[in-house]
């Protein structure tokens, strides 16, 4: 029997680090599920055009990149089926999936701070979050690239079913770095100046613009450790049929992929008990 004012209950934070927190992120899922929603929501309130936004930008990206790589620099796609317009519609596709979960989940504790501050919740559902909604514009971009591909005649085939493997490659990558850049981005608000610069040398030196076998051969092995090299390339094949000639770029991304999610959970836990505090 405990005297009267002594504590019934001593909360204190759990010395191990998990791979990644499922027990806590499940009991949470309905709040989960509400912060995708409002994220949905706020994105193109107030806007001209809406959800147009989604369509927009990977069309005049690709017909950006049709016009300057294709048209004026003259390269090729691999492949003499594919045009380029689809060709870098498709590169776009899977990019926009990977550099908006990313820039999303790396600014969401900071963007949430009156959450994060003044109530407790598993903070990695804040990035998780992002998730639903970039996922929810893919399936719309799908549908466009779909329409596409019956317009310029080009079928189908089998490899389709590697897609899902693709596209979570590009979330568990998107997500690793993510969580890395929003623990630091906490303490440090540099992160969010330092990010778009970041995605913007990390665009160009990936092969969404143009192909991978348009690269010098003597520098290619150099590229190849880019891990969103074996994510854009696959992804392609599976969509276009594009000649795939380097699966080894593809277990590398594979293998990078999942590695940088378990090591960004783990920096990500580790930082949190610090969150509320500094925030």
């Known amino acids: 029997m405990t005297s009267a004012g002594s504590p019934q209950l001593v909360i204190k934070p759990s010395r191990r680090v998990n791979l990644f927190p499922w027990r806590e992120v ?36 690709a017909g950006l990149f049709s016009f300057v790589f294709g048209a004026i620099a003259g390269l090729s796609t691999g492949d003499k089926r594919i045009p380029y317009f689809v060709f870098g519609f498709a590169g776009l596709l899977i990019w926009n999936v990977f550099i908006q979960i990313f820039q999303k989940s790396s600014d969401s504790l900071v963007g949430n701070s009156g959450l994060v501050s003044k109530i407790y919740f ?35 085939t089998p490899a389709l079913l590697f897609m899902p493997v693709a596209v979570l490659m590009a979330i568990l990558l998107a997500l690793g770095l993510g969580l890395c850049a929003a623990a630091l981005n906490v303490s440090y608000r540099d992160v969010r100046y330092v990010i778009p610069v970041f995605s913007q040398f990390l665009l160009w030196g990936s092969p969404v613009a143009y192909a991978a076998a348009t690269i010098p051969q003597s520098v290619q092995w150099l590229v190849s450790l880019n891990p969103l090299v074996g994510i854009l390339e696959s992804f392609r094949w599976a969509v276009l049929g594009t000649p795939m000639t380097n699966w080894g770029a593809v277990a590398l991304s594979a293998v990078v992929s999942v590695v940088m999610f378990m090591l960004g959970s783990a920096i990500f836990q580790r930082a949190e008990r610090r969150f509320a505090d500094v925030i």
């Not at 806007?47 to 069309?59: C, H, I, N, R, Y």
């Not at 979050?129 to 799908?142: C, E, K, P, T, W």
């Open 26 to 61: 499940l009991e949470y899922r309905d709040l989960l599920r509400i912060l995708a929603q409002r994220d949905v929501r706020l994105r193109y309130r107030q806007t001209a055009v809406g959800v147009l936004w989604v369509l927009l930008q990977p069309l005049i990206g």
């Open 122 to 156: 598993p903070r990695i559902v804040l990035p998780l979050s992002a998730v639903h909604g970039v996922l929810l514009d893919f399936s719309i971009g799908v549908v466009v690239m779909a329409i596409l591909m019956a317009v310029y005649g080009i079928a189908f």
